[in-house]
């Protein structure tokens, strides 16, 4: 698709009735579009919010604007990314009132100036827009592989991350994703770009906002691979949803900022959902899937060349191996922290062993394998493949 045309999600989206959508904060911003338009073409979405009142505000904004929209559709999901123990939750409530899932979109993310920490020290940024889906997309696989079992089916996982990265980081940083400590430790410089411009732009911490952004394309990236190499038949695709002046970007900057966000070189929320809606369900899309699986896209659907980390290996493999091994460990910190169950000595070496031993597994084998990419599956999800 040409990045001068714009998709038109009402005319381009197909019937989606029968489909089930899961999409993380869709309570705002290019949250909220994207779950408005999604049940506008008939599919049942589960979006996710932190609280019932935030999800019954995006519910009543939509139905204003929209009053023959059946608000049955939009089903508020109770979801905390930072929380594993809330991530599996919320997995686990889908499991017991749906029988597939169609379309997963990993929307949600965060951008701040805190330094403030998720489980067993994961750096914020790094935790609820890397970890947490993470999670969330292994977790749901087994429903995401049972609905490719449908006649017609079309199944995609569909990840937001940012042309940010393009504008803060040269094209030979130094990313850390293969250091095992690359959660709590995320960014180990900061580059000129920041140093001498980006600052002065920003409140919040762009540099660690980019950085969990670039985790999420090389998430999806490899994701894709491993699908393929399981005989899977999902899309797995990231993208930018272009520079939107939504209500959390508008509190990202400095007054400089905000100046240049009222330019029409910002989208406005609706315009900004229409990458992702592209990708989720035009048809053009899953016929040229060759094309567009594992790809990266900005607007409007256009397939685009992402930073060149994304062809260094060695970060992916860092990444989806550190955080697989990170995995076991942070489960056993919230299922102790957050629920304060008691856990066995036994119990508590069962999931670490675990993580170690796949990490074990992916360094023998020069790489994480279809094997402990099922094993981390199960483990996430507490279901058989």
Request: no cysteine.
């Given at each position: 698709m040409s990045s001068t045309s714009r998709w038109d999600p009402l005319t381009g989206m197909p019937n989606l009735e029968g489909k089930v959508v899961v999409v993380t904060g869709g309570n705002s911003g290019i949250g909220l579009s994207t779950i408005k338009y999604l049940a506008l073409r008939g599919a049942r979405v589960y979006f996710s919010a932190r609280s019932a009142d935030k999800a019954q505000k995006a519910r009543d904004t939509i139905k204003s604007a929209n009053p023959e929209l059946d608000q049955s559709r939009l089903i508020w999901l109770p979801l905390d990314l930072a929380d594993l123990k809330s991530v599996r939750t919320a997995a686990e409530q889908l499991t017991k009132?749906?029988?597939?899932?169609?379309?997963?979109?990993?929307?949600?993310?965060?951008?701040?100036?805190?330094?403030?920490?998720?489980?067993?020290?994961?750096?914020?940024?790094?935790?609820?827009?890397?970890?947490?889906?993470?999670?969330?997309?292994?977790?749901?696989?087994?429903?995401?592989?049972?609905?490719?079992?449908?006649?017609?089916?079309?199944?995609?996982?569909?990840?937001?991350?940012?042309?940010?990265?393009?504008?803060?980081?040269?094209?030979?940083?130094?990313?850390?994703?293969?250091?095992?400590?690359?959660?709590?430790?995320?960014?180990?410089?900061?580059?000129?770009?920041?140093?001498?411009?980006?600052?002065?732009?920003?409140?919040?911490?762009?540099?660690?906002?980019?950085?969990?952004?670039?985790?999420?394309?090389?998430?999806?990236?490899?994701?894709?691979?491993?699908?393929?190499?399981?005989?899977?038949?999902?899309?797995?695709?990231?993208?930018?949803?272009?520079r939107v002046a939504s209500e959390g970007a508008l509190r990202i900057g400095t007054p400089v900022f905000s100046l240049i966000q009222k330019t029409p070189l910002f989208l406005t929320p609706d315009q900004g959902a229409v990458t992702s809606l592209f990708a989720a369900t035009a048809g053009e899309v899953r016929d040229n899937a060759e094309e567009y699986k594992g790809k990266y896209l900005e607007p409007f659907g256009q397939v685009w060349e992402p930073h060149p980390v994304a062809e260094d290996k060695k970060q992916i493999r860092g990444l989806w191996d550190n955080t697989t091994s990170e995995i076991g460990y942070g489960l056993v910190y919230f299922y102790r922290r957050a629920l304060n169950l008691y856990m066995t000595d036994q119990t508590d070496s069962d999931f670490t062993n675990r993580a170690r031993h796949r990490r074990t597994q992916g360094d023998r084998r020069g790489r994480t394998g279809k094997t402990s990419y099922k094993q981390l599956t199960e483990l996430v999800s507490g279901h058989k493949l």
């Amino acid at each position: 698709m040409s990045s001068t045309s714009r998709w038109d999600p009402l005319t381009g989206m197909p019937n989606l009735e029968g489909k089930v959508v899961v999409v993380t904060g869709g309570n705002s911003g290019i949250g909220l579009s994207t779950i408005k338009y999604l049940a506008l073409r008939g599919a049942r979405v589960y979006f996710s919010a932190r609280s019932a009142d935030k999800a019954q505000k995006a519910r009543d904004t939509i139905k204003s604007a929209n009053p023959e929209l059946d608000q049955s559709r939009l089903i508020w999901l109770p979801l905390d990314l930072a929380d594993l123990k809330s991530v599996r939750t919320a997995a686990e409530q889908l499991t017991k009132k749906e029988t597939k899932i169609d379309i997963l979109i990993n929307n949600a993310g965060v951008a701040t100036a805190s330094t403030e920490t998720a489980g067993p020290g994961w750096e914020w940024h790094m935790a609820i827009g890397h970890v947490g889906h993470f999670v969330l997309t292994n977790s749901l696989l087994p429903l995401l592989k049972r609905a490719t079992q449908e006649n017609g089916a079309d199944v995609r996982i569909i990840t937001l991350s940012s042309n940010v990265t393009h504008d803060v980081f040269p094209a030979n940083y130094e990313f850390v994703f293969d250091s095992p400590k690359f959660l709590q430790s995320p960014v180990p410089y900061y580059p000129w770009q920041w140093r001498y411009f980006g600052k002065y732009l920003f409140v919040v911490d762009m540099i660690r906002y980019a950085t969990s952004k670039v985790a999420s394309l090389l998430f999806a990236q490899e994701l894709q691979r491993l699908l393929d190499e399981a005989d899977l038949p999902i899309l797995s695709i990231s993208l930018h949803p272009g520079r939107v002046a939504s209500e959390g970007a508008l509190r990202i900057g400095t007054p400089v900022f905000s100046l240049i966000q009222k330019t029409p070189l910002f989208l406005t929320p609706d315009q900004g959902a229409v990458t992702s809606l592209f990708a989720a369900t035009a048809g053009e899309v899953r016929d040229n899937a060759e094309e567009y699986k594992g790809k990266y896209l900005e607007p409007f659907g256009q397939v685009w060349e992402p930073h060149p980390v994304a062809e260094d290996k060695k970060q992916i493999r860092g990444l989806w191996d550190n955080t697989t091994s990170e995995i076991g460990y942070g489960l056993v910190y919230f299922y102790r922290r957050a629920l304060n169950l008691y856990m066995t000595d036994q119990t508590d070496s069962d999931f670490t062993n675990r993580a170690r031993h796949r990490r074990t597994q992916g360094d023998r084998r020069g790489r994480t394998g279809k094997t402990s990419y099922k094993q981390l599956t199960e483990l996430v999800s507490g279901h058989k493949l």
